[in-house]
T-cell receptor
């Protein structure tokens, strides 16, 4: 079967750095998305990786290793507004999105 | 309005009721999706429409009935639901179904459904 694994919950301190990991086992791979979802709101697009390596976008970076079936989202200079769930999703060989259950990130002052 | 809108935002219904969820996208996209989001579970894809044609029905019970009258509107008709159907129902749209970076899915805020 297809599977996406993410930690259920993480806690970090304002101003610090946090890394949210995602491992996947899917039938084929055509890219990986990270979305942010604040409580009670719509998921919003953060990043897309299809080639190995690091994609940097301001305070957020996303890394992909296709050989290891692994990605991470790196959040720097954490702010209270970064408290949210972070969803990892993989595009499989049928171009369907396979979703992880999300990681709830709690930021403490 | 811009983006993807959904109405109602909250819905409480009994098991014998019939109700409909509405989704509208103002992005000019051709693909639309219904997802179910339950606490601590992955998003469950329910239905996919591409150019108004249904392309996916992921073994969804018949008490959920989708309708896509045009590329901008998507409905989910509900009847004789069960308490376990209580969840957040999200609508999304994307330019096409190709799945690449240009086909990022844009989500609506969802309808929080409670079945009593």
């Amino acid at each position: 079967g297809q599977n996406i694994d993410q930690p259920t919950e993480m806690t970090a301190t304002e101003g610090a750095i946090v890394q949210i990991n995602c491992t996947y086992q899917t039938s084929g791979f055509n890219g990986l998305f990270w979305y942010q979802q604040h409580a009670g709101e719509a998921p919003t697009f953060l990043s897309y990786n299809v080639l190995d390596g690091l994609e940097e976008k301001g305070r957020f970076s996303s890394f992909l290793s296709r050989s290891k079936g692994y990605s991470y989202l790196l959040l720097k200079e954490l702010q209270m507004k970064d408290s949210a769930s972070y969803l990892c999703a993989v595009v499989d060989s049928n171009y369907q999105l396979i979703w992880g259950a999300g990681t709830k990130l709690i930021i403490k002052p | 309005e811009t983006g993807v809108t959904q109405t109602p935002r909250h819905l409480v219904m009994g098991m014998t009721n019939k109700k409909s969820l509405k989704c509208e996208q103002h992005l000019g996209h051709n693909a639309m999706y219904w997802y179910k989001q339950s606490a601590k579970k992955p998003l469950e894809l329910m239905f996919v429409y591409n150019f108004k044609e249904q392309t996916e029905n992921n073994s969804v019970p018949s008490r959920f009935s989708p309708e896509c009258p045009n590329s901008s509107h998507l409905f989910l008709h509900l009847h004789t639901l069960q308490p376990e159907d209580s969840a957040l129902y999200l609508c999304a749209s994307s330019p096409t179904l190709a799945g690449g970076p240009t086909d990022t899915q844009y989500f609506g805020p969802g309808t929080r459904l409670t079945v009593l």
